[in-house]
């Protein structure tokens, strides 16, 4: 099949679809800030959404948000709808990357990948589901290859901090890192904070098909990937972390799946030595985990029914014990709220060779910064974007669907982000 041309006088270097969702808005404020950083009129972007109405109104907010009236004018609109195909490819021939900030995924994602496979759009999400994430790798992956698009999943907070730290870990150690885990915690300021309803709904389909995860993982043929030196232990359900001094359990994002691809390329690609990896979330004390085990076993409970997935999405607050909301966290409580995931890591320093004996050097590196959802995620997709745009020579020689750690591994990722609030750190 032709290659399809991806930067050839496209009209604009970014399109933010999904501009009027909870997310959508501080991604439109957080390219808006990181175009003003460079010459003017040097990156074109706009919106694009299903209601003009909406698009228009997150531009105003965000005109007197960031005290720039000129974005009401200057930003164009485009109207673009998952069900309507033609409007998806009109939207995509226009862009160079699309910023696809449209959930939960698993419903509305595959139309915009295949749009933008289709017609030479490269594609960002910030989906933090395996099903889609994988499905997508499975289904478009040679396809895109074929048209040199690159599609980069999970570009939020799931899962470029966790995928980005491990291949962060992995450079600063001097030698072979053999394993790593990451214990995420989670800080919030005197107002609190909470998760907007989108990522609610993700979760809740989420954990209802994962059956359907497991076969399409089958699908893939994959052998495991081998392991160096000592076997990394999995913890139990809920422990005591020493290394966070709090009660912790196992992180049921998407980033033990998106790191675990990322170690699979490097081994495929690079010929490396996978980094093993097992990634819990502080969860503090007593009194939290009384509440998270009652929430959890109804989540359990009810996710596997019709009439209980309905009783979930339409309360989130009440089953979730506040964590999720329908109105998302306030501005007050974003700006109180940060992030820290510590990563300890293990291998064989340099001149041990790692097929003898056991592992014999340690690691400890941070990855830390604002509001995991709001800000850090529109922080790290629009770096994400960026880093696209101008590095093309560091990214994998053929298009296809990757891994943040896949695509980004030879580029300027981490440093971009440092300098826009998302620090890493060695300890
Ligand atoms: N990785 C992370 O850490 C992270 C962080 C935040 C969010 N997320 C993910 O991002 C996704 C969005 O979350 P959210 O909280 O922003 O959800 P949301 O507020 O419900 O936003 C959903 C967006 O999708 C749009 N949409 C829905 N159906 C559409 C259709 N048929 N055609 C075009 N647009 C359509 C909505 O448009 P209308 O405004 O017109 O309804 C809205 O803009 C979720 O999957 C969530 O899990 C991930």
Redesign the pocket.
């Known amino acids: 099949m032709a290659r399809v041309e991806t930067t050839s006088n496209r009209p604009y270097h970014l399109v933010i679809?999904?501009?009027?969702?909870?997310?959508?808005q501080f991604v439109v404020e957080e390219v808006a800030r990181t175009v003003s950083e460079g010459p003017k009129g040097t990156l074109k972007w706009a919106v694009a959404?299903?209601?003009k109405q909406?698009l228009e109104n997150v531009l105003e907010q965000a005109a007197g948000v960031l005290s720039k009236p000129e974005l009401r004018s200057e930003v164009d609109i485009i109207v673009?709808?998952?069900?309507e195909p033609d409007t998806l490819a009109a939207m995509c021939k226009q862009a160079v990357i699309v910023l696809n900030?449209?959930?939960?995924?698993r419903f509305?994602g595959e139309p915009v990948v295949k749009a933008c496979v289709e017609n030479g759009a490269h594609h960002i999400?910030?989906?933090?589901?395996p099903q889609f994430l994988e499905g997508m790798e499975l289904n478009y992956n040679s396809q895109a290859a074929d048209n040199g698009v690159y599609v980069i999943g999970?570009?939020?907070?799931?899962?470029i901090p966790a995928d980005m730290g491990v291949l962060y870990t992995r450079e600063q150690f001097k030698g072979t890192l053999t394993a790593v885990e990451s214990f995420l915690t989670v800080n919030t300021g005197p107002d609190g904070g909470c998760?907007?309803?989108?990522?609610w709904?993700?979760?809740v389909y989420g954990f209802a098909d994962s059956d359907k995860l497991r076969s399409l993982r089958r699908k893939f043929n994959h052998k495991p990937l081998p392991t160096v030196g000592s076997r990394l232990k999995r913890r139990g359900a809920l422990f005591y972390s020493n290394e966070i001094q709090q009660y912790a359990l196992p992180f049921m994002?998407?980033d033990p799946s998106v790191v675990k691809r990322t170690q699979r390329f490097l081994v495929e690609e690079h010929e490396a030595t996978p980094t093993q990896y097992g990634a819990y979330a502080g969860v503090g004390g007593i009194g939290n985990i009384i509440k998270l085990m009652f929430a959890g076993m109804m989540f359990w409970f009810l996710v596997k029914f019709s009439f209980g997935r309905n009783l979930l999405i339409k309360h989130p607050e009440f089953f979730s014990f506040g964590i999720f909301s329908k109105a998302?966290p306030s501005r007050k409580q974003m700006e109180g709220s940060s992030f820290q995931f510590a990563f300890y890591g293990e291998g064989y320093k340099e001149g041990q060779d790692p097929s003898q004996g056991k592992p014999n050097g340690k690691i400890n590196t941070m990855v830390q910064g604002p509001e995991?959802?709001?800000v850090?995620?529109p922080i790290t997709m629009v770096q994400a974007a960026l880093t696209i745009l101008n590095e093309p020579t560091a990214l994998p020689k053929k298009g296809g669907i990757y891994t943040p750690g896949a695509a980004f591994a030879r580029t300027t990722l981490i440093d971009r982000l440092n300098k826009h609030g998302v620090k890493f750190s060695c300890i």
């Open positions: 679809f999904g501009a009027s969702g909870f997310t959508g959404g299903r209601s909406k673009a709808d998952v069900g900030c449209v959930g939960p995924y509305y999400d910030i989906s933090g589901e999970s570009c939020g907070f799931d899962s998760i907007h309803d989108g990522t709904q993700s979760a994002g998407s998302g995991c959802g709001y850090a995620t």
